[in-house]
């Protein structure tokens, strides 16, 4: 059964840092894609990162710069470190396995002062 079990969400100021973490378990973690989104109240959910197998990321406009996100293959870990945070960074971040199609209970991030 695969699970995603994302945390490191929390309140933080404006300008700050956080990262998120999601651990990962019943599926081929190495062979898989993994992905970052988010989803603000009365928004729709956005992808924000995406880091392929062999390590290579992309990420949404709004974030270039000051997200970052990270594999490690051997923990069965993808991490989203977020630096610089704005208020309209505020989501709930979900972590999302493509391949098969699974998606993580979510951490809420508020970014306020």
């Known amino acids: 059964q695969v699970q995603l079990v994302e945390s490191g969400g929390g309140l933080v100021q404006p300008g700050g840092s956080l990262r998120l973490s999601c651990a990962a378990s019943?599926?081929?973690?190495?062979?898989?894609?993994m992905t970052w989104y988010r989803q603000a109240p009365g928004k729709e959910r956005e992808l924000v990162a995406t880091?392929?197998?062999?390590?290579?990321?992309v990420y949404a406009d709004s974030v270039k710069g000051r997200f970052s996100i990270s594999r490690n293959n051997r923990e069965r870990t993808v991490f989203l470190q977020m630096n610089s945070l704005k208020p309209e960074d505020t989501a709930v971040y979900y972590c999302?396995?493509?391949?098969?199609?699974?998606w993580g209970q979510g951490t809420q991030v508020t970014v306020s002062s």
């Open positions: 880091i392929t197998v062999l390590g290579v990321s």
């Open positions: 019943g599926f081929t973690f190495s062979n898989s894609a």
């Open positions: 999302y396995a493509p391949r098969s199609k699974s």
